[in-house]
């Protein structure tokens, strides 16, 4: 259920790093909370027992396994490769998120800590995490910034509703970036008993490979699922990148298989050519950011840059390590998609099959129009549908219409 290690492929080292990219850049004082962490994650990786009641809550609470759904008009449509839906769009609160934060908050809780806190941009992930805190019984802080909050309004009202705290950042330019500095401050002034839930496959180690471990079902479901279905492998596995923590937990399984080609969807925004873009792998500068190392959008001076996308979940300047590890080494390969292509495909997926997919979800779903002409009669395409586009159905409506 879980991909606990493979034959091949062994990434992160010991101290967190996927070649060049990762490792931990926190101050020194701090970094006794993160050996601790990575112990106690260590643990409950190869504890039945935990895995167990983890998997029950996936299954039980979230609805796992979610489907691999074969999409007949879509596969019509193109006239070549078969097309798969990985569905985690069906999963409670409407997307992949909820694997990881439910992983987190048991693992929190394990540990003894009685508070989480989190950061969100969007607010999926806040709700997420506020969620996990009801479901457990834990008390819930949310650092969000204050142009965030103004933006995704009824996400807000989630998460007090759920019983979480929502703290309006006030820095920088009130967005993610800023929500995760914040968090991570205070989360390293309040490290005793406070647990930190991450909501993507970034930050300093030990999280980039947590995140992947708990997200890592997706791609044995799919695995298991497509060998049940077809008897063989996918040709291709497409998922969007924001952080990288859906398309991490897709690939993750299949990193041995070297048929099978892994396509990561950044957001170009506007264009890849473009200021305004959220592609950091097309388009960054290796740097430290956020605690580790990685491909960052800066300046001309040389800063980190603001990003910009259509999308809020893929609208960070940065991206996760073992990603920049796969695009440098070329095990995977990362595709912009504009914002107007994702916006076609938003559109295209809810008229072709009835599924209305999450804005960055479309962005994986965008590269279809590129790669199906590529395609033969026996190829098999699984597409991850990361979550449910309820939640940018009005402001895309709105949009088309223009
Ligand atoms: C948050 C989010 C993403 C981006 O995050 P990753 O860590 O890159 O997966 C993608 N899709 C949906 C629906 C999200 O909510």
Known sequence: MFVKSLKKYNMPDEKGFFGEFGGAYVREEFKPVLKNLDKAFEEIKNDDNFLHELYDLLVEYSGRPTPLYFAKRLTEKYGKGKIYLKREDLNHTGAHKINNVLGQAL??????????????????????????????????????????????????????????????????TKTLADACEAASNYWQEHANDVFYILGSAVGPHPYPKMVRF????????????????????????????????NAIGCFYSFMDDIDVKLIGLEAAGEGLNSPKTAAS?????????????????????????ESYSISAGLDYPGCGPEHCYLYKTGRAKYEGITDKE??????????YEGIIPAIESAHAVAYLEKLMPMT?????????ISGRGDKDTDRLLNLMEQ
């Open 214 to 245: 708990f997200q890592s079902i997706i791609g044995a479901e799919i695995k298991e699922q497509i060998l049940r279905i077809e008897g063989k492998l996918p040709n291709y596995v497409l998922a969007c990148i924001g952080g990288g923590s």
């Open 342 to 351: 994702a916006i076609k495909a938003f559109k295209l997926l809810s008229e």
């Open 376 to 384: 033969n009669k026996d190829d098999i395409i699984v597409v991850n």
């Open 107 to 172: 693992l929190a809780k394990k540990m003894g800590a009685k508070r989480v806190i989190a950061e969100t941009g969007a607010g999926q992930h806040g709700v997420a995490t506020a969620t996990a805190a009801a479901l457990l019984k834990m008390e819930c802080e949310i650092f969000m910034g204050a142009e965030d909050i103004k933006r995704q309004y009824s996400n807000v009202q989630r998460m007090k509703l759920l019983g979480a705290k929502v703290t309006s950042v006030e820095t920088g």
């Open 281 to 305: 792998l097309n388009t960054g500068k290796i740097k430290v950011f956020n605690g580790f190392r990685q491909y960052v959008l800066t300046d001309e001076n040389g800063n980190v840059k």
